[in-house]
């Protein structure tokens, strides 16, 4: 479903600020993975996330996504197909701290002018129950613990039924039982068939995963 061949990633190519963040990465991802992006900081991870999201593209190389060839889309299309196809997770939640639990959910939907009130409403509840926090949808996002706002966090990147959950970082600002709470949620997310991608510098969090793709200087060591 996402595979890379060759890719190459270089920030202000030709100065002499150039920085090669990825070096000729092949990869591919199936339908149903539970995968691990793991290395220290600075090796690549976030890069290779956004590449696979489809919030920054290759400086050459190939990635397709679902059999689309993503760099001959233009910026609105691939909006378009990463607002259906990727959810994304970030490590500092990246919530509005003074809304509701409910409307932090319902933030993708906005967006989104073929799904209808009604829908709406059963699209957050659902979102919601599948992260186990039914009962806070009311609750102000300051109000609840980290590891709360991290599943809200979720519940918004599910909301619009992506099938590929991407996620930065999302255990690192969180204490290690709540970080293997949050981890039970992108398996549980997992059985239910969603492919999951997830960025971390920590080997026991990237142990939970099924697959551990080690990235060190912008190369793929192990896999
Ligand atoms: N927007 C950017 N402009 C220039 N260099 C960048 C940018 N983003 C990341 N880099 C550089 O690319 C390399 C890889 O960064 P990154 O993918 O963020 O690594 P990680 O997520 O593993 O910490 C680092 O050397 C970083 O400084
Ligand atoms: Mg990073």
């Not at 919030?55 to 996504?65: N, Q, V």
């Not at 259906?84 to 809304?99: A, C, H, R, S, T």
């Not at 706002?149 to 255990?171: C, F, G, S, Y």
């Amino acid at each position: 479903m996402m595979t890379l061949k060759n890719v190459n990633k270089i920030y202000d190519p030709r100065t002499d600020i150039a920085v090669h963040a990825l070096k000729n990465i092949n990869l591919n991802i199936e339908d149903g993975e539970l995968t691990a992006i793991m290395g220290v900081s600075g090796s690549g991870k976030s890069t290779l996330l956004h590449i696979l999201g489809c919030i920054d593209t290759a400086t050459d190389g190939e990635y397709i996504l679902n059999g689309y060839d993503v760099q001959k889309y233009s910026s609105n299309t691939l909006a378009e197909i990463r607002n259906e196809e990727i959810g994304f997770v970030l490590q500092n939640f990246g919530l509005m701290n003074d809304k509701t639990v409910y409307e932090n959910i319902s933030y993708p939907l906005i967006f989104n002018p073929a799904v209808k009130y009604k829908m709406m409403k059963k699209l957050i509840n659902e979102a919601a129950a599948s992260v186990g926090i039914s009962e806070l949808i009311k609750k102000n996002v300051s109000e609840i613990s980290g590891g709360q706002k991290q599943r809200v966090a979720i519940a918004r990147a599910i909301v619009n039924r992506p099938n590929i959950i991407l996620a930065d970082e999302p255990t690192a600002a969180l204490d290690k039982k709540t970080a293997f709470e949050i981890m039970e949620v992108f398996r549980e997310l997992n059985a239910k068939g969603k492919t999951v991608v997830i960025v971390t510098h920590d080997r026991s969090i990237a142990e939970k995963c099924r697959r551990i793709i080690e990235l060190d200087d912008g190369n793929i060591v192990s896999d």
